[in-house]
């Protein structure tokens, strides 16, 4: 069964600081994954998008990496910002199937 | 840019009545799906449709219609709704890649559903 699972559940850090979050996934066959951001009350916006082929991915100071072989993804966000302050959600394609993570709640302490 | 739309932001229901969920695209997308999240279970696919007229059970269909009589919409109806429906509604939309973005999901803002 098609599986992505994100850790942590959420994560409370303080503005400036670094964090990375983590995506293992089970999808195979594998064609893209995706970090989509997604602010309370809004629909999810998306960050990134790896394929196979790629292992790192960087979008302002958001930097996505991908390891197919382990099947693991991570999102390092650096320098935060209050407006980090979101939910992360992993979302694997396969070839005709779409499977998304529960999210990473990010809470940014001033 | 993308732009999917949804009819509403927040909305109150009574347990039983007739719901429906509008979502607008405007970058002529075949593809369309209705998501519901709650927290702790992520997104659901509820229903997709590939084109007009067409449509597809996602995951959870029970208590939910879909209609496409349209490209740019594509509606979500929730016959006789009920307390276990309340949810953030979110709506998305996808190009086949020959429109810009390629195979990307572009989603609407969410509609909060409360049924009372």
């Known amino acids: 069964k098609n599986q992505v699972e994100q850790s942590p559940q959420s994560l409370i850090i303080l503005e400036g600081k670094n964090c990375t979050l983590q995506?293992?996934?089970?999808?195979?066959?594998?064609?893209?994954l995706r970090w989509y951001k997604q602010d309370t009350g809004r629909g999810p916006v998306s960050l990134t998008i790896m394929t196979f082929s790629e292992n790192t991915k960087s979008n302002g100071r958001y930097t996505a990496t991908l390891d197919a072989d382990t099947k693991q993804s991570s999102l390092h966000i650096t320098a935060s910002q209050l407006s980090d302050s979101a939910s992360y959600i992993c979302?694997?394609?396969?070839?005709?199937?779409?499977?998304f993570g529960k999210g990473t709640m990010l809470l940014v302490s001033p | 840019d993308v732009k999917v739309t949804q009819s509403s932001r927040y909305l109150v229901k009574r347990t039983g009545e007739k719901v429906f969920l509008e979502c607008v695209q405007d970058m002529d997308h075949e593809n369309m799906f209705w998501y519901r999240q709650d927290p702790g279970l992520g997104l659901r696919l509820i229903y997709f449709?590939?084109?007009?007229?067409?449509?597809e059970k996602g995951d959870i269909p029970e208590g939910y219609s879909v209609s496409r009589e349209k490209k740019e919409r594509f509606s979500l109806i929730l016959e006789s709704a009920s307390t276990n429906q309340t949810s953030m509604y979110l709506c998305?939309?996808?190009?086949?890649?020959?429109?810009?973005?390629?195979?990307?999901?572009?989603f609407g803002p969410g509609t909060r559903l409360t049924v009372t």
């Open positions: 995506c293992n996934y089970t999808v195979s066959p594998f064609s893209n």
């Open positions: 449709s590939y084109d007009v007229k067409m449509k």
């Open positions: 998305a939309s996808r190009s086949l890649g020959r429109h810009r973005g390629g195979y990307e999901q572009y």
């Open positions: 979302v694997v394609r396969g070839y005709s199937t779409l499977t």
